[in-house]
Nanobody, 123 residues
Framework: VQLQASGGGLVQAGGSLRLSCAAS????????MGWFRQAPGKEREFVAG????????YYADSVKGRFNISRDNAKTTVDLQMNSLKPEDTAVYYCATKVGSAATMNPKTVDNWGQGTLVTVSS
């Protein structure tokens, strides 16, 4: 499956952005989907994950209550709604697929990465 992320940009602290990831291929619904981010000089980290039928969602503590992940299997897209953005949310954001459970999604268990989209939050 190929992934194409979009929606990044520059936003002021407290603002919102919605990232979207479009996937090609007919096997989209068989994958758990997730979003990760990588800030300059830091390792890539898990942000949010969602199970194959949207029954389960998982969030990093740093974004819990502010970000929401959703997916549309018919459209083969996965979105990340980001609210109350902070300067520390500045990073390149990547969407990703994982076979099996979304509960164990981390950079080492991802099967496919999309290209990143840059999110910059100004203070």
């Amino acid at each position: 499956v190929q992934l194409q992320a979009s929606g990044g940009g520059l936003v002021q602290a407290g603002g919102s952005l919605r990232l979207s990831c479009a996937a090609s291929g007919r096997t989209f619904s068989t994958y758990a989907m997730g979003w990760f981010r990588q800030a300059p000089g830091k390792e890539r980290e898990f942000v949010a994950g969602i199970s194959q039928r949207s029954a389960f969602e998982y969030y990093a503590d740093s974004v819990k209550g502010r970000f929401n992940i959703s997916r549309d299997n018919a459209k083969t897209t996965v979105d990340l709604q980001m609210n109350s953005l902070k300067p520390e949310d500045t990073a390149v954001y990547y969407c990703a697929t994982k076979v099996g459970s979304a509960a164990t999604m981390n950079p080492k268990t991802v099967d496919n990465w999309g290209q990143g989209t840059l999110v910059t939050v100004s203070s």
